[in-house]
């Protein structure tokens, strides 16, 4: 009998990530699997893959005497958080005021915000008090759950400048 071999280039994947597959061992390949899935490649992509590509994949090879081998291969598929929600975050504030960074995601465990003036935090909604224009710019947040990271989302924040105040006083001689 021939001896097959089922690998894939990760045992773990996020949705929406392409799902490789790779069969070794014979001439003539037979893949089945979760949610109906079946293909006669030697190296089959899933692509878009869903949390119902989750389980066992099962690989039988035909050798050129007709002779088969079996092999598994386990494929664990995470839920990829949605793109954080940036509502609340602050846009547009003058110096001196407070920056209010604001994310949420669902299936997200923790977030990673990166910005102007080497800005970084791990805080799901983080806070700058005091702004100045070195903090103006934009703001990037990443959302990661079960080793799986969503699509970075974009925050603008100006930082308006505050106006001089001036007081003026006339040379000029004032009458009772």
Do not use: H, K, M, R
């Not at 190296?43 to 035909?62: F, K």
């Not at 050129?64 to 547009?92: E, F, K, M, Y």
């Not at 759950?145 to 930082?159: A, F, K, M, Q, Y």
């Not at 001036?166 to 040379?171: M, P």
């Amino acid at each position: 009998n021939p001896t097959a071999a089922a690998t894939s280039s990760n045992p773990a994947y996020c949705t929406g990530s392409a799902i490789n597959l790779f069969g070794s061992g014979g001439t003539s390949y037979s893949w089945t699997g979760p949610n109906t899935y079946s293909s006669t490649d030697q190296n089959p992509t899933i692509t878009g893959s869903t949390i119902a590509a989750d389980g066992t994949y099962s690989l039988t090879v035909t050798d050129a005497n007709g002779c088969t081998a079996q092999s598994t291969v386990a494929i664990d598929v995470n839920q990829t958080p949605s793109d954080p929600l940036t509502t609340g975050s602050s846009s547009a504030i003058c110096e001196g005021e407070t920056i209010n960074l604001v994310a949420s995601s669902t299936n997200a465990t923790s977030y990673g915000w990166v910005g102007p003036n080497v800005f970084i935090s791990a805080d799901q909604n983080p806070t700058i008090t005091n702004a100045s224009a070195n903090n103006a710019g934009i703001y990037t947040v990443i959302a990661t759950g079960s080793g799986c990271n969503s699509n970075p989302v974009l925050v603008n924040v100006v930082v308006n400048p505050n106006p001089n105040a001036t007081l003026g006083v006339s040379a000029n001689p004032l009458c009772s």
